[in-house]
């Protein structure tokens, strides 16, 4: 019954991991599409403001963002990997403890042991791609914001002259940050759990020793 609970748990896990990887996945994915695969994480720019054609000196300039330079597409990309990396994983895992859920019966511990070092292999990179995305995020907000008035999520509806879509960046992101941190803290608990399987498995073995000496003594005293 201990052990039915225990599995139950995990599979819950592996499917809040599954769904949290779905979240992440696709605004990263529609973001990637509406800047053409270009990447913001990190993307250095300023705001520089075009003189009207015709006048002589002061006002009424137009303003438009101009992006200095354009961080590397592998920022991206490695956030999204990890993102489906998660989504792919904790989907056969949820098969696979759902499986030994129905047949009432756990994995040996050389595979349990391969599975805790998995998960701590995603569990690493998921924070690495949530600390990529939070900070590089953060830096492209601070460069959009400079001398301006309006907060981040209010300029995604401004027109920055990019010949982008960039009406909905601030939401694809704060998605995709949410997606991947809860993704963090789910992978966090089944690498727990997969410590107390380790260190489970033994006792439960000498538990049944224990059991079998028990039985042997009033047989042997006959």
């Given at each position: 019954?201990?052990?039915?609970?225990f599995?139950?748990g995990?599979?819950?896990?592996?499917?809040?991991?599954?769904?949290?990887?779905f979240?992440?996945?696709?605004?990263?994915?529609?973001?990637?599409?509406?800047?053409?695969?270009?990447?913001?994480?990190?993307?250095?720019g300023?705001?520089?403001?075009?003189?009207?054609?015709?006048?002589?000196?002061?006002?009424?300039?137009?303003?438009?963002?101009?992006?200095?330079?354009?961080?590397?597409?592998?920022?991206c990309?490695?956030?999204t990997?990890?993102?489906?990396?998660?989504?792919?994983?904790?989907?056969?895992?949820?098969?696979?403890?759902?499986?030994?859920?129905?047949?009432?019966?756990?994995d040996?511990?050389?595979?349990?042991?391969?599975?805790?070092?998995?998960?701590?292999?995603?569990?690493?990179?998921?924070?690495?791609?949530?600390?990529?995305?939070?900070?590089?995020?953060?830096?492209?907000?601070?460069?959009?914001?400079?001398?301006?008035?309006?907060?981040?999520?209010?300029?995604?509806?401004?027109?920055?002259?990019?010949?982008?879509?960039?009406?909905?960046?601030?939401?694809?992101?704060?998605?995709?940050?949410?997606?991947?941190?809860?993704?963090?803290?789910?992978?966090?608990?089944?690498?727990?759990?997969?410590?107390?399987?380790?260190?489970?498995?033994?006792?439960?073995?000498?538990?049944?020793?224990?059991?079998?000496?028990?039985?042997?003594?009033?047989?042997?005293?006959?």
């Open positions: 019954m201990a052990l039915d609970n599995l139950f995990q599979c819950i896990l592996y499917f809040l991991a599954f769904l949290f990887g979240i992440s996945v696709v605004p990263l994915s529609e973001n990637s599409d509406d800047f053409q695969g270009r990447c913001l994480l990190f993307t250095e300023r705001w520089r403001k075009e003189n009207a054609t015709g006048g002589g000196g002061g006002g009424g300039g137009k303003e438009s963002f101009v992006v200095e330079e354009w961080a590397p597409e592998s920022s990309r490695f956030v990997f990890v993102g489906i990396a998660s989504l792919i994983v904790s989907a056969v895992q949820a098969w696979r403890t759902f499986y030994y859920l129905c047949k009432g019966h756990d040996n511990r050389v595979r349990v042991l391969l599975s805790l070092l998995a998960s701590s292999a995603l569990l690493c990179l998921l924070f690495v791609a949530g600390t990529l995305s939070t900070l590089g995020f953060s830096s492209w907000c601070t460069a959009l914001r400079a001398h301006r008035p309006l907060s981040c999520e209010e300029l995604q509806q401004t027109d920055l002259e990019l010949g982008l879509d960039n009406s909905s960046f601030y939401d694809q992101f704060a998605i995709a940050q949410v997606g991947l941190w809860c993704s963090w803290l789910s992978w966090l608990v089944l690498v727990l759990l997969e410590l107390l399987r380790v260190s489970w498995g033994p006792r439960r073995g000498e538990k049944l020793g224990l059991l079998l000496v028990q039985e042997k003594e009033p047989l042997l005293s006959l």
